[in-house]
């Protein structure tokens, strides 16, 4: 009879231990601090800039931005578009922001041909609340609407490798570009590169309709490196690019 009770005694000790193991567990799961990935990017004759990402807000800029990052994408890309008390712009692969990365800078054995994401924003059906405040990096993306309202969409989801970080708080993109990292170290070199010359893009006599956002010595950026803490965020889920030129020629120069 002792031994049968010390037997049970034990069993419900194990169990208790079996089940307070598991509920620990999930309390651990629960309550554990994820950190969000951190960017590092290198930027020659400026200083280091650190941008802490969001995956919960934009899981698909995220994602390809790191992709893009370490495997060495953006080493060697310039700032190829500066705008005072606006934003600093990066990540064309020309330099000049004619071209973005392919599928191949993306993943391996991807082609070699021009992709874009889903833009993560209100106007897009996706609920991003991140404001454009001062330090704020956000997708680049094209207007296609101001050829034809009837090309949001195509607008909306032209993104793919160029960024841009806000110098000032600029309200008119909410809800209608991708936010997704905030600058936490180095909003100083961000200024600093805010001050370099810059010229009209076209090398052109500068208008009272061109940007003069074109800089004369483009800074550089050296390496971006991301650490996620362990955390794979996989790929992108690309999407085909909308050919502006196909769609113009239908458009607008048939029967001419």
């Given amino acids: 009879m002792k031994k049968t009770m010390i037997i049970w005694v034990l069993v419900c000790l194990l169990l208790i231990a079996l089940i307070g193991g598991i509920a620990y567990g999930y309390y651990r799961k629960a309550t554990m601090e994820v950190k969000n990935p951190i960017a590092t990017m290198e930027v020659e004759n400026f200083g280091t800039i650190k941008i802490e990402l969001y995956p919960d807000k934009a899981p698909q800029a995220v994602a390809n931005f790191i992709a893009l990052a370490n495997r060495g994408y953006y080493n060697g890309n310039k700032y190829h578009r500066i705008v005072k008390d606006f934003m600093i712009q990066a990540g064309s692969k020309d330099g000049t922001g004619a071209q ?8 391996e054995g991807g082609e070699d041909k021009e992709y874009t994401i889903k833009g993560e924003f209100i106007a897009n059906g996706v609920e991003n609340n991140v404001k454009f405040t001062e330090g704020v990096v956000g997708v680049e993306r094209a207007d296609y609407s ?28 909410n809800g209608l570009y991708t936010p997704f990292g905030k600058v936490i170290e180095g909003l100083d070199v961000v200024h600093k590169i805010e001050e370099v010359e810059v010229k009209a893009a076209d090398d052109s006599e500068e208008s009272s309709s ?14 971006i490196s991301v650490e996620t803490n362990g955390i794979d965020y996989g790929l992108p889920d690309t999407l085909e690019p909308f050919d502006y030129t196909s769609w113009f020629m239908k458009n607008y120069t048939a029967g001419q």
């Fill in 100 to 107: 973005t990365a392919t599928l191949a800078d993306l993943k």
């Fill in 210 to 223: 061109s940007e003069v956002s074109t800089p004369v010595n483009p800074p550089v950026i050296t390496s």
């Fill in 146 to 173: 101001q050829y034809s309202s009837e090309l949001l969409d195509e607008s909306y989801n032209s993104g793919s490798s160029e960024f841009f970080i806000m110098t000032k708080e600029n309200s008119n993109l």
